[in-house]
């Protein structure tokens, strides 16, 4: 990271939005890719958190967190954690996962859970360092033989 360059973390402005688009088309193929629509749900979801990235001034990245698990409501759930390729391995996907946790903590929330591409070793080690655990896989979560992790974080511990 350059010096003087530091992350901050703030929650979505209605303002943010084509950003969000724009760093969801670098991040994702087109098969994966949120839809506008999802995404634009999200950000007006009372029970989701979006939190924006920044360095330099440029929102680099941004994390979706919904605070209230269909399932299981005392389980909050990473929508999905984005960073634009120039500002990774800055620690900006830690920070914003760092929010979420923040947010599922004050929602009340018992742990937090997420899915990710058995194949995504940059997130699945960014999970690891972060203290998520794998806790299952659901086969073709993403689409035909295209597999996702199932990882978990306790958030009744201190950490
Ligand atoms: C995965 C992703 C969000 C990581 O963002 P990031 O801001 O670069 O992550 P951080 O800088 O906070 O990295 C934290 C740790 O994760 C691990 N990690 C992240 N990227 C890595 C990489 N390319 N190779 C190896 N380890 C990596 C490292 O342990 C890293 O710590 P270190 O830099 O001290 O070694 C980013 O690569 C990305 O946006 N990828 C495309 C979208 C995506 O796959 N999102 C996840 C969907 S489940």
């Not at 950000?43 to 440029?58: E, K």
């Not at 005392?74 to 996907?93: C, D, K, S």
């Not at 806790?135 to 511990?157: K, P, V």
Request: hydrophobic fraction near 45%.
């Amino acid at each position: 990271m350059p010096a003087g360059s530091a992350v901050t973390c703030r929650l979505f402005e209605a303002e943010d939005l084509p950003a969000l688009f724009a760093v969801e088309e670098v991040c994702f193929p087109p098969s994966v890719r949120f839809s506008r629509a999802l995404t634009r749900s999200l950000t007006i979801d009372p029970h989701c958190h979006t939190w924006i990235g920044i360095v330099d001034n440029i929102r680099a990245g941004f994390a979706m967190v919904g605070l209230r698990g269909e399932d299981e409501p005392t389980t909050a759930y990473i929508w999905t954690i984005e960073v634009l390729p120039a500002f990774r391995r800055m620690g900006v996907a830690t920070s914003l996962l760092e929010c979420a946790v923040v947010s599922a903590r004050e929602a009340g929330c018992a742990a937090i859970a997420l899915h990710v591409d058995e194949k995504n070793q940059n997130a699945i080690a960014l999970y690891e360092r972060a203290g998520f655990v794998q806790t299952g896989i659901d086969f073709e979560f993403y689409g035909h033989g295209q597999n996702a992790l199932c990882y978990r974080r306790d958030l009744s511990a201190g950490r």
